[in-house]
């Protein structure tokens, strides 16, 4: 990939569609760990610091070749990278796949690969804002992720949780 150029590529994961939404989250979990990098929920690729690096996007769909998933991997500005993404994202893909046809994600999608998206997930157990079209919408702590990819967090009234699907929200560390 050139300086500041997006990827776009399809691919074919034999999964059930209810399946589909992980897609992005284990492209985004690819390319941390192809970087050396970590992950802001729902799939978006950080320096260890936090700084963005890229952004993964996704599009599912039927055609008359059955189901298929566009990702897009969007640098983070004019940053450079690597052309072995594409090929990192799509082995763990294929990987996912295999492992959601072995019955591994009966629980839900993430279930083959949650724990490596926890490890690799920045703000696990700290202040956070849920964000909605740019607004800050709460704060509160990031409490987990569950197999479906839903977020939890504990609001800062200390009563109260949200649990966010991706695209209902985003997550970003809590600015003081």
């Known amino acids: 990939m050139g ?9 074919r994961p034999a999964v059930p569609m209810g399946h589909v939404t992980g897609v992005p989250f284990v492209v985004a979990l690819a390319l941390a760990e192809v970087m050396d990098a970590r992950l802001s ?7 260890p610091e936090g700084n963005p ?19 897009e991997i969007a640098p983070a500005g004019e940053k450079d990278l690597d052309a072995g993404l594409e090929d990192a994202a799509r082995a763990r893909v294929d990987a996912w796949a295999a492992d959601v046809a072995a019955g591994r994600a009966a629980a839900g999608p993430l ?20 964000v909605r079209a740019g607004c800050v919408i709460a704060r509160g702590t990031l409490a987990g992720v569950d197999v479906w990819s839903r977020a939890t967090v504990r609001l ?8 966010l699907a991706p695209e209902q929200a985003e997550l970003r560390p809590a600015r003081t």
Request: with cysteine; glycine share 12%; charged share 20%.
């Open 156 to 163: 800062d009234n200390g009563t109260q949780e949200l649990e």
């Open 53 to 71: 690096l890229a952004r993964v996007r996704a599009r599912a769909g039927y055609d008359d070749e059955g189901l298929f998933v566009t990702c």
């Open 111 to 130: 279930a083959p690969v949650l724990g490596n998206y926890f490890d690799a997930l920045l703000g696990m157990g700290g202040a956070v804002e849920v």
């Open 41 to 47: 929920w729902p799939y978006d690729v950080t320096s």
């Open 3 to 11: 300086v500041g150029t997006s990827a776009s590529f399809t691919v």
